[in-house]
């Protein structure tokens, strides 16, 4: 994949103040505090888990909000979007991202400041850029937490 060279690049200076840490302690400590009131049923399911993919779609919708607002000051929002992303000429194009991640970025701003809210979570955003995230890890904390409500339970 190549990346342009010249241009702005706000989405990827937003990507850096966004804490992704923060954002999964905040599902551990709602998972934490979801155990401590499993009460006394045996039901795996009266407690609800917070998982990973919650927490990092908690953090792309903080970034394409601001992103979102960002473009409502334009007076056309969606020609702003689209000249963000695709057309090289314009002053507000994003110069440092991948075809992948430029693709996923204007779908994600356009939902965002059409609906108020983003559909789905690709790791392929730039905010993930340099983070391995490993599916079966993702997996195993979900079943422990059932196994640890469950032992709560009992």
Same mark, same amino acid.
């Given at each position: 994949?190549?990346?342009?060279?010249?241009?702005?690049?706000?989405?990827?200076?937003? =990507?850096?103040?966004?804490? $992704?840490?923060?954002?999964?302690?905040?599902?551990?400590?709602?998972?934490?505090?979801? $155990?401590?009131?499993?009460?006394?049923?045996?039901?795996?399911?009266?407690?609800?888990?917070?998982?990973?993919?919650?927490?990092?779609?908690?953090? $792309?919708?903080?970034?394409?909000?601001?992103?979102?607002?960002?473009?409502?000051?334009?007076?056309?929002?969606?020609?702003?979007?689209?000249?963000?992303?695709?057309?090289?000429?314009?002053?507000?194009?994003?110069? %440092?991202?991948? =075809?992948?991640?430029?693709?996923?970025?204007? %779908?994600?701003?356009?939902?965002?400041?059409?609906?108020?809210?983003?559909?789905?979570?690709?790791?392929?955003?730039? $905010?993930?850029?340099?983070?391995?995230?490993?599916?079966?890890?993702? =997996? %195993?904390?979900?079943?422990?937490?059932?196994?640890?409500?469950? %032992?709560?339970?009992?």
């Amino acid at each position: 994949m190549q990346k342009n060279v010249s241009g702005r690049t706000r989405n990827t200076s937003i =990507d850096s103040t966004i804490d $992704l840490q923060k954002y999964v302690d905040a599902a551990r400590e709602s998972n934490s505090a979801a $155990l401590e009131n499993a009460g006394n049923e045996i039901d795996v399911n009266a407690v609800s888990y917070t998982s990973s993919s919650e927490a990092f779609r908690a953090a $792309l919708t903080d970034k394409y909000s601001r992103l979102a607002a960002e473009a409502k000051t334009h007076s056309n929002p969606e020609e702003h979007i689209y000249g963000k992303y695709y057309d090289k000429g314009s002053r507000y194009y994003e110069a %440092n991202l991948t =075809d992948t991640e430029r693709r996923i970025a204007y %779908n994600y701003e356009m939902q965002m400041y059409k609906d108020g809210k983003i559909n789905g979570v690709s790791y392929q955003d730039s $905010l993930f850029r340099g983070i391995e995230i490993n599916g079966d890890v993702v =997996d %195993n904390d979900r079943i422990m937490f059932k196994r640890r409500t469950v %032992n709560r339970q009992i």
